[in-house]
């Protein structure tokens, strides 16, 4: 299984919802990330998970909650967004946190109306 | 400040033809390279990577040459297919910074490959 799995493929949420995005790999990658992809423009690194332990965050604003349950999942709690938060939400993984190339998921369409 | 460019939004080839794509970067830094393709409606696919201790990698139709003096990198496809109709993306990482992990993108071309 060489893939990376992303749902909901849309979503639509008010300002006041919470909602959570999910990822899930089966290729026993230990690297996880959460990118932001906005239109006509190159994605956007938001957090690292290395092992199960957030390694790096993009200096992202709070209302963006990531977790990493097990080394398989990842998932991005989102609550209280603005609309310019709406963009295609990426999730990776990689074999480890180095050198390794990152293997994406389709994306999560965000829409924050 | 855009670290990593891809000066052409757009490239246009005829399908058997020879496509080159183009990225330049500014951050010395940088010492890994990778590309990658994006068909709409779908995550970003891996196609190739150099390291900066080498200047050319290939994998059948794909090469990837490197200009470290110039900051400069390129990918050659050949030949060119319709099925490679996409937008590219070129990405590159700090390895020695111990940042690895962290991929800075261009902004894309957008390559059609027509009959």
């Known amino acids: 299984d060489t893939e990376v799995t992303q749902t909901p493929k849309h979503l639509v949420m008010g300002m006041t919802n919470k909602k959570s995005l999910k990822c899930e790999q089966h290729?026993?990658?230990?690297?996880m990330y959460w990118y932001k992809q906005k239109a006509k423009k190159p994605p956007e690194l938001m957090f690292v998970?290395?092992?199960?332990?957030?390694?790096i965050n993009e200096s992202v604003p709070s209302r963006f909650s990531p977790e990493c349950p097990n080394s398989s999942l990842l998932n991005l709690h989102l609550h209280a967004l603005q609309p310019e938060d709406s963009a295609l939400y990426l999730c990776?993984?990689?074999?480890?946190?180095?050198?390794?190339?990152?293997?994406f998921g389709p994306g999560t369409r965000l829409t924050v109306l | 400040d855009q670290q990593v460019k891809q000066n052409s939004p757009s490239l246009s080839v005829q399908e058997g033809r020879i496509s080159i794509l183009n990225c330049d970067y500014t951050?010395?830094?940088?010492?890994?390279f990778l590309w990658y393709k994006k068909y709409p409606a779908e995550g970003p696919t891996f196609l190739i990577s150099?390291?900066?201790?080498?200047d050319k990698n290939e994998d059948g139709r794909f090469t990837v040459f490197l200009n470290k003096s110039a900051k400069h990198l390129s990918l050659h496809i050949v030949p060119s297919q319709p099925g490679d109709s996409a937008v590219y993306f070129c990405?590159?990482?700090?390895?020695?910074?111990?940042?690895?992990?962290?991929?800075?993108f261009g902004t894309g071309t957008r390559l059609q490959v027509t009959l």
């Open positions: 951050n010395s830094m940088f010492d890994y």
């Open positions: 290729m026993g990658h230990r690297a």
């Open positions: 998970y290395s092992y199960e332990k957030l390694s």
């Open positions: 990776a993984s990689s074999q480890g946190a180095g050198v390794y190339e990152q293997f």
């Open positions: 150099i390291s900066s201790i080498k």
């Open positions: 990405a590159a990482s700090a390895r020695a910074t111990g940042t690895a992990s962290k991929l800075t």
